[in-house]
């Protein structure tokens, strides 16, 4: 083989295995955001709420459970559902939120998270969009309650907050699962590109 060809080939495999070395340097990048799945699951959550139990089910609106606004009447059932309106003005926020979170991430090259990482972690924002809005919503200031359509019965509220609790509790477990599994990914990519810049 001629010097010239001899050169070519080495330059051709340097460019080569330079190559598969910054894909593995960028699969062994930083880690998933974890910003962007509770962002879904606190938008998501809220949609959940809003769109189950506010418009389908009917079983409450945002202040159906204040005085000045009783769902009874035209006008306080235009006042709930322009609250309702902004709750869910709210939750859009969120989720847009999330995405260019996302996107952000992606552009950054870090790494995309598996199943278990985005949605246990969409899970636990959940849980914590249910807790938060059941303590401060449901009992500290007392503008609604799960079943305002029967008076407002504690037991829901509290089953509200327990189903709440159970999210997240899953949601982190989950979470954990798939952050483990990244660990692994991340461990394997290191090892590899050394062995790469070895040879």
Request: with cysteine; hydrophobic share 45%; glycine share 14%.
């Amino acid at each position: 083989m001629s010097p010239c060809c001899s050169e070519s080939v080495g330059l051709s495999w340097g460019m080569s295995t330079t190559g598969i070395g910054s894909v593995r340097a960028r699969a062994g990048g930083a880690r998933p955001s974890r910003a962007a799945g509770l962002l879904y699951g606190l938008g998501l959550g809220g949609f959940i709420d809003g769109i189950v139990l506010h418009q389908i089910l009917q079983w409450h609106h945002l202040v159906s459970n204040v005085d000045e606004f009783p769902v009874s009447t035209v006008a306080g059932l235009e006042m709930n559902t322009l609250a309702d309106g902004f709750f869910h003005a709210g939750t859009l926020v969120l989720v847009l939120a999330a995405s260019i979170v996302t996107i952000v991430a992606w552009r950054r090259g870090r790494l995309a998270p598996n199943w278990s990482f985005h949605f246990g972690l969409v899970l636990l924002g959940w849980g914590i969009f249910n807790v938060v809005e059941g303590v401060i919503d449901h009992q500290i200031l007392g503008i609604h309650h799960v079943r305002d359509d029967l008076g407002g019965p504690l037991s829901w509220d509290v089953g509200f907050l327990i189903f709440g609790f159970l999210l997240c509790v899953g949601g982190w477990l989950l979470y954990r699962r798939g952050r483990r599994a990244l660990d692994d990914r991340v461990t394997g990519s290191s090892e590899a590109h050394e062995q790469d810049s070895v040879w």
